[in-house]
């Protein structure tokens, strides 16, 4: 279960003088995004609940005179299952866009994502917002059935003032921030896929750190209710709370560093360490597990201490883990091992290098990437394997 422990509410007040709210973001910076979602959805008459992390991570680029900061990076959805330590890698989305200071996003029709945009956003006429001051702004929320569905709606903004709250690098004032918005939309000559209908509200408290040029922290109330052509119905009632944070990722040349240490730890023999874009990857062959288990042999959990020695002199690493299969077997099986195998190597990470739960994650993939023919045991034996990757960002 998700805790939030680390922010409490000490005092509020409205004794700030007025302020000029604006995005910072510089190239070279990555904000990243992590929003936590306590889901109930109904499904016709079905209801169920889920938890889900939504972590977005965005590379800071060039800026364009007109459009803004160049942003480009990746949405991940994962999500929580009762007794797993770790996250499943539910979806993942990749996106370009420029977002000027103002908070307004300029979207390449190519891509779906982000699906919220130009909230939270700021008026460019106002130089100075007194607490209690109010204004508006377009946002828009994006709807993938048959087609892209743009939905556009004003959003109320009020400026509260200071709140001091308790951080993990102690006290500290943010601006409190408070948005919301309704979702009317009717669309009479949808498709299958389609929405034919949305409406919904959504309230939102911004807690914007000033120095940083970004939000902290934020929570969120979100209530819709989407019908379709095909006579599904869906009423969605979420509660999120979002962290944001921006950082510089590690240069490629401190990441081969990381690469060749392990590789050396490790030995050619017990893994193979490459490093590329994405991140260092340790792959691991099969010897980790015996055959049709997904139980890590205690003989061989010494390679994945290597692994964890060099986790604790990271700070805040980000680690997938990803378990694949030989073609052997029914392939519904391949994909539970894979899973059952990358999820037991995960929760392994975890524990001993003290990680927190929502930087590791762990997806199956069975039989479907294989790095070598399965027509021979040489090749079997290679594609039966977990791969660990310490991702750049």
């Given amino acids: 279960m998700i805790r939030f422990v680390f922010l409490l509410l000490l005092s509020v007040g409205l004794f700030a003088e007025g302020v000029r709210f604006r995005w910072q973001m510089e190239e070279g910076e990555v904000l990243e995004l992590r929003k936590y979602s306590y889901q109930r959805i ?47 890698s539910e979806e993942s989305f990749y996106s370009k866009f420029h977002m000027n200071e103002l908070g307004e996003f300029t979207v390449p029709e190519e891509y779906l994502m982000p699906n919220i945009r130009h909230i939270p956003a700021f008026p460019a006429d106002l130089e100075s917002i007194e607490p209690g001051q109010q204004w508006y702004h377009e946002g828009e929320e994006i709807i993938q059935g048959a087609h892209k569905i743009s939905v ?80 599904e119905v869906r009423d969605f009632k979420i509660r999120n709370r979002s962290t944001y944070r921006k950082y510089r990722e590690r240069s490629r040349e401190e990441q081969k560093v990381v690469a060749v240490r392990l590789q050396e730890e490790l030995g050619a023999r017990s893994a193979a360490v490459t490093e590329d874009e994405r991140g260092v990857k340790i792959s691991l062959d099969g010897i980790l597990f015996d055959h049709n288990s997904s139980k890590i042999r205690a003989d061989v959990k010494k390679i994945l ?31 539970k091992l894979s899973e059952e195998r990358a999820l037991r190597v995960s929760e392994y990470l975890q524990e001993y290098a003290g990680l927190s739960p929502d930087t590791v994650t762990f997806r199956g993939y069975g039989a479907d990437k294989p790095v070598a023919e399965n027509s021979t045991a040489e090749g079997k034996a290679r594609n039966r394997r977990v791969e660990i990757w310490i991702l750049r960002r």
């Fill in 152 to 231: 556009r709606f004003p959003v109320r903004y009020v400026y509260r003032g200071m709140e001091k709250l308790r951080t993990p690098e102690g006290e500290k004032y943010f601006h409190r921030i408070h948005s919301s918005y309704e979702i009317s939309y009717e669309n009479l000559v949808a498709r299958d896929k389609d929405p034919t209908a949305m409406l919904g509200y959504v309230t939102t408290v911004w807690y914007w750190d000033q120095a940083q040029g970004i939000p902290y922290f934020a929570t969120e109330d979100y209530n819709l209710v989407i019908s379709y052509a095909s006579g």
């Fill in 305 to 335: 201490d290597i692994v964890v020695a060099e986790l604790k002199t990271m700070e805040r690493p980000q680690i997938i883990v990803e378990g694949h299969t030989d073609s052997t077997g029914n392939k519904d099986y391949n994909q």
């Fill in 42 to 88: 109904k499904w016709n008459d079905v209801t169920f609940d889920r938890e889900a992390l939504h972590r977005v991570l965005l590379a800071a680029g060039a800026k364009d005179e007109n459009l803004g900061t160049w942003m480009e990076g990746e949405f991940h959805t994962l999500l929580s299952y009762p007794g797993n330590k770790t996250y499943r």
